[in-house]
């Protein structure tokens, strides 16, 4: 499986300051590592990741002397929270309907202020140092974000996803890498079939070294389907993709089992460029529970400050 990780900008920086109100994120991973703003954190002894996040949005309130506003995937309750942090270290949450106003204008300049193409060279860094688990961490809240704000089939959410892909693959975790994979292939080839192949060849490498015959028969049916799309639409041009479709052929064959067409994921079967609206998450993606208002891990009184615990 190839996605490279080499630095297209060396000089790419993060900004260091932005306007107020702009939109802080952070994401805790389902074994807690927590991350603000594409900076793993360093969580000393038994420090909750609520805490650390907190103390982390009010040094950036304090520093910019304005309120921040914050939002909060965290994978240990399938919660998204939404926050507004004070510079006197006071925070609540807020509804979604009371959050900062959503648009372009709005995502643009946040990701100025924050850029994802500086996230996803600090993520290379990490790799390239075989930090593994700190590169998939970080390549997983730049997804899980991108996709919030931009839904799933953006072109930054797809380029997030396939890195969170490959870094899965390094990991040797090749079920992940496959359903992470296979989901950039199966939305490229319902939104633009033309670019498809490399996308199709990358879950094919990581389908490659599945052993569970269930998961290699059901996975095994949709590529070879993408497969068999991208050859009738004449978009089979390099050698290498023939040897990967034939080689699906030849593993479901000898494998003596299939499934039915039904099981085969239905948007794999849409025609390039079908369907309505965008979608805001992936299938496979577990959806996410809006937090209330006042969610009690998330509100200081005023005159908290970061490293004083609640």
């Excluded at 204008?105 to 290379?124: D, G, H, N, S, Y």
């Excluded at 496959?178 to 079939?193: M, Y």
């Excluded at 891990?297 to 005159?303: L, Q």
């Amino acid at each position: 499986m190839t996605h490279s990780l080499t630095p297209r900008d060396e000089g790419n920086l993060p900004a260091l300051a932005a306007p107020p109100l702009i939109r802080l994120d952070a994401y805790v991973a389902e074994d807690g590592s927590t991350v603000v703003n594409g900076h793993l954190l360093e969580m000393g002894g038994m420090r909750p990741p609520n805490e650390a996040i907190l103390d982390a949005v009010a040094m950036f309130a304090r520093t910019l002397g304005a309120p921040v506003a914050a939002t909060v995937i965290d994978r240990t309750v399938q919660q998204v929270a939404r926050l507004r942090v004070h510079p006197d270290g006071s925070s609540r949450t807020i509804a979604d309907e009371d959050d900062l106003p959503p648009g372009r204008e709005r995502t643009a300049a946040e990701e100025e202020a924050f850029p994802p193409l500086a996230r996803v060279e600090r993520i290379i860094q990490h790799a390239q140092r075989e930090e593994l688990h700190a590169a998939f961490v970080l390549a997983s809240a730049l997804r899980e974000h991108l996709t919030l704000r931009r839904g799933a089939e953006d072109e930054l959410s797809l380029e997030a996803r396939a890195i969170e892909a490959y870094l899965a693959y390094l990991r040797g975790d090749h079920m992940l890498s496959t359903v992470l994979a296979l989901t950039v292939a199966r939305i490229r080839c319902r939104t633009d079939l033309n670019r498809a192949a490399p996308d199709v060849a990358r879950a094919t490498a990581a389908w490659q070294r599945l052993w569970d015959e269930s998961q290699v028969a059901t996975r095994g049916q949709e590529l070879l389907h993408m497969w068999e799309r991208l050859s009738e639409a004449g978009l089979l041009q390099e050698a290498s993709h023939h040897a990967m479709a034939q080689a699906v052929r030849t593993r479901l064959a000898q494998g003596g089992r299939s499934v039915p067409p039904q099981s085969v994921h239905a948007a794999a079967a849409l025609p390039a460029g079908s369907g309505s609206a965008p979608t805001a998450v992936a299938p496979e993606d577990k959806p996410l529970k809006p937090a209330r208002r006042g969610l009690r891990r998330f509100t200081r009184r005023a005159g908290r400050f970061p490293g004083q615990s609640s």
